[in-house]
């Protein structure tokens, strides 16, 4: 089983990116992205309303990350590190099968610029090579088509289409599992 251990905390860097750990000066664009009608379209998860509730999440954040068991990226340009563009991680781990899954979302200006293509090979490099994950897997809903683009671009494969398996604000709702293999 993996043990896995995030301190010190892992920045990464693309040619044009900086994945680094979110803080309380985020907490205003993090507020921003999570209560925005087009980032949240396809992520059945309660809008953040206030400011305390996206600091409650960035310390949920932190307590995934000192605890081992989930890590959050936030995005930014490399040339403007202050400035949230979104978040990337690991949201669920399964260290007993060495998989975790993989969640991002972005600032809708940012959309179709090549940004989470970017930030999700190299987290995804991460995964295999410094967690020794073995499989790496996506959740989506089945009309996010723009997040099933970016996944098929990066080598993820179709595994499954759950019908109907979550419920949330009272309709049942389907998922699609996308993963990809340490080959």
């Known amino acids: 089983m993996l043990d896995i251990c995030f ?10 990116l900086l994945l680094k750990q979110i803080n309380s000066n985020d907490a205003d664009a993090i507020l921003a992205l999570r209560s925005n009608d087009k980032v949240m379209k396809y992520i059945p998860r309660p809008y953040l309303k206030t400011k305390k509730d996206a600091l409650e999440l960035i310390a949920m954040f932190d307590d995934k990350i000192e605890n081992g068991i989930g890590i959050n990226w936030g995005i930014y340009f490399l040339d403007e590190p202050e400035k949230l563009l979104g978040i990337i991680g690991y949201y ?14 972005l600032f809708p200006e940012y959309n179709g610029k090549g940004i989470v ?35 098929l671009k990066n080598g993820f494969v179709k595994e499954a289409h759950l019908i109907e398996n979550e ?11 996308y993963s990809l293999l340490n080959k």
């Open 167 to 177: 419920f949330y604000e009272g309709r049942f709702l389907d998922s699609m599992i």
């Open 92 to 105: 669920r781990m399964k260290p007993e099968h060495y998989r975790a899954e993989v969640g991002y979302m």
């Open 7 to 16: 301190s010190p905390f892992p920045n990464l860097e693309t040619r044009r």
């Open 117 to 151: 293509s970017e930030a999700l090979q190299k987290v995804v490099q991460y995964g295999f090579k410094e967690m020794q994950l073995h499989s790496i897997e996506a959740i989506l809903d089945p009309e996010n088509i723009g997040s099933e683009r970016v996944l």
